[in-house]
């Protein structure tokens, strides 16, 4: 998926990643910036909030957002908005817990969770994913990410 905030936020920073250049790996504090602009979900943290559920970004948050009733899917403009912010959640819990876990964003801007073992995870089609089907729950995609 195509994020246009972050494609303007790499031009203003000079540079823009190329296959294989993870932001991990290439500059820190930049890595930091992007991680941080991840994991704003507002959308999602809102939605969740006004059904009483505050998002703390750990692993139990995934549980209890499984939990939630599907209410975003009575909205067929706002369902992608929720995947996306979904997937982008899912991947910065995982990044924030699992050891070795990095945000790698592909020439684009789709960003992907990269794993200590190599491994990548596509969190935000995991996410719209869940937000259209309620499958895979995000709790068991975090569950599989850790035991890698």
């Not at 507002?42 to 948050?61: F, N, Q, Y």
């Not at 899917?73 to 050891?99: F, H, K, M, Q």
Request: glycine content about 10%.
């Amino acid at each position: 998926m195509n994020i246009p905030f972050l494609d303007n936020w790499l031009k203003k920073q000079g540079a823009r990643p190329s296959p294989g250049d993870s932001t991990d790996e290439s500059d820190p504090e930049r890595a930091e910036g992007i991680a941080e602009l991840l994991s704003e979900c507002e959308l999602l943290r809102v939605r969740a909030e006004e059904r009483g559920l505050a998002l703390d970004d750990t692993p139990a948050s995934l549980t209890a957002l499984d939990q939630l009733p599907p209410r975003w899917r009575d909205d067929p403009e706002e369902l992608p908005w929720v995947g996306n912010d979904a997937g982008l959640y899912l991947g910065t819990v995982i990044v924030r817990t699992v050891p070795g876990a990095r945000w790698h964003i592909w020439p684009g801007g789709h960003p992907v969770v990269r794993l200590a073992s190599g491994r990548e995870i596509g969190v935000v089609e995991a996410g719209l994913d869940w937000a259209l089907t309620g499958a895979p729950q995000l709790a068991q995609v975090y569950a599989e990410a850790a035991e890698a």
